[in-house]
């Protein structure tokens, strides 16, 4: 799969939610989870995130890629 789009697993970071999401969670190097996933998904992810799928997760992990590589602040200081 990762070879067909031209990355590899180590650079990418993936969101699930769902048994199906295990073995992609598993081969990536950021795996995470909505609050809402299933217990087995919570289990295989690095990161669980507060917010439940379409609620607001996805925003929660940008928030959080984006200050853990310390450029939150340059998001917000656009004039």
Not at 2 to 29: N, Q, S, W
Request: hydrophobic share 45%; charged share 25%; proline share 4%.
């Amino acid at each position: 799969m990762f070879d067909t789009i031209g990355c590899r697993p180590e650079h990418v970071c993936y969101i699930g939610d769902d048994l199906p999401d295990i073995a992609v969670m598993k081969r990536v190097a950021l795996a995470v989870s909505p609050a809402d996933a299933a217990t087995d998904a919570r289990e295989a992810a690095h990161w669980v995130l507060q917010k439940q799928g379409g609620h607001g997760a996805v925003r929660e992990l940008v928030e959080r890629l984006l200050r853990a590589k310390g450029v939150w602040q340059d998001h917000l200081d656009v004039a």
